[in-house]
């Protein structure tokens, strides 16, 4: 009897250690058990802060670079009156949120030769909040 109770409780102890080596790291991966996660990246406070001693978002508005009101599915180099580089001009890009991405990611390896002077925001969720921006932009 006695033996019978100690393989039980040997048993039951595995059981529990097998559950808890499954279940442990379960808590651990989801969300709430990690610390507060960053707050989400802001598109437009992003184009504030880095675009927009550049960039207008009004209509027929260039400044050191063109307007990028419209800029959602517009054909690269495309603004009227911006005199953009031979490269910007050559590159055949669409801006759809996969071009935006990689061209800000690293503008002068997406575009080389371009003369936009930004080193790349190499986030991917900053970039990404910036792309969903600029999609909006009318
Ligand atoms: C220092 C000025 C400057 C800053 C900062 C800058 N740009 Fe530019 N941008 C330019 C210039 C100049 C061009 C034209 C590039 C060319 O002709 O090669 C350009 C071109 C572009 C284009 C292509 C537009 C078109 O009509 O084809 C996009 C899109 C763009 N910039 C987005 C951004 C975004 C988004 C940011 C901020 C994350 C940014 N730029 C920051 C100067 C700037």
């Known amino acids: 009897m006695k033996i019978a109770f100690a393989k039980g409780t040997v048993k039951l102890g595995v059981q529990l250690a097998t559950a808890a080596a499954v279940i442990l790291p379960m808590i651990a991966l989801t969300p709430l058990a990690r610390a507060a996660p960053p707050a989400p990246a802001n598109g437009s406070a992003l184009y504030k802060a880095q675009c927009a001693m550049c960039h ?3 209509s027929g508005r260039n400044m050191l670079g063109p307007s ?3 800029v959602a599915n517009r054909k690269a180099g495309s603004v009227a009156g911006f005199a953009y580089s031979p490269a ?6 669409k801006w759809d949120k996969a071009t935006l991405d990689r061209y800000l990611a690293d503008p002068r390896k997406t575009v080389p030769g371009t003369k936009m002077i930004y080193a790349g925001q ?5 970039r990404a909040a910036l792309v969903a921006y600029l999609m909006t932009l009318k």
Do not use: E, P, V
């Open 56 to 58: 207008s978002t009004i």
């Open 68 to 70: 990028l009101a419209g």
């Open 88 to 93: 910007m001009k050559k590159s055949k890009l």
């Open 122 to 126: 190499k986030d991917a969720a900053k």
